[in-house]
């Protein structure tokens, strides 16, 4: 009967995937369907984490964070929770032997969401590599099936890309950062003018991160190439359209990538892989 419950257990990450993230949900129904649940599962304990510190205001944050970090290890080692996604995510770790450092740092740079701060370029860097690039890696994990030495030529790839990601993200939602939750990321901005050439900076930064990215994404195994490949196209498409509009702007309203675009870059990129034409 645990059969059922482990079932369950996935259908309850899908769902939260589902229902927090389209454009993600969409990129996971271009992987092969072997590994689409344990990517679920994956996301699914991101998301709650997220949600502690980005909505749960009215609770003991800290308090519910530090709980769901102990079930979380509780579960890996006792292989089972009566949580669901923990269930599911205890599973993906267990079987796909993801590092507990990778889960350690996400859980860290959570912590850092709990307390309002300003982020010089150590901090930054610390909660991009647990925000984001130690998520990436889980779900590299995943794609090479325990093969370490694929794991491991296709890491730093990996973590630019997650970083690429994250970094786009936060140019996205500076106006809902900033009013909302009282943030501001990126290494500058609490100090100085926000400049035009402190714009093209952080641009530059993102664009070397998308330029490192790509031939990892050429080198990833059959399972994944399509999903990541469309993911990474529609992340390049926002952060062309944010690259084209001011600090002013990105700070009045939240620019987005339209549906028909979406799916256009689904179509799109199946040709390009087709063809052996990994290019933007």
Known sequence: MKDLYDKISLKTSKIVTNEYSTSFSLGIKMLHKEIRQPVYAVYGLVRLADEIVDTFHEFNKKELLNDFRAQTFRAIDEKIS?????????????????????????????VMDLEDQKYNQETFDKYILGSAQVVGLMCLKIFCNRDTSKYESLKSGAMSLGAAFQKVNFLRDLKADKETLGRIYFPGMNDQEWTPELKR????????????????????????????????????????????????????????????????????????????????
Do not use: C
């Open 82 to 110: 009566l949580n669901p996604i923990l269930n599911s995510f205890q599973h993906a770790v267990n079987y796909y032997q993801i590092d507990h450092w990778l889960i350690h740092s996400f859980f860290d740079s959570m």
């Open 201 to 280: 900076k952080i641009e530059d930064d993102i664009n070397q991160d998308f330029v490192q990215a790509l031939d990892a994404i050429n080198q990833l195994p059959s399972n994944s190439k399509y999903g990541v490949y469309t993911a990474y196209r529609y992340y390049f498409k926002l952060f062309k359209k944010l690259e084209n509009a001011s600090f002013d702007e990105l700070l009045n309203k939240r620019l987005r990538v339209p549906n028909t675009t979406k799916f256009r870059l689904l179509f799109t990129s199946k040709v390009r892989l087709s063809l052996g034409s990994y290019f933007l």
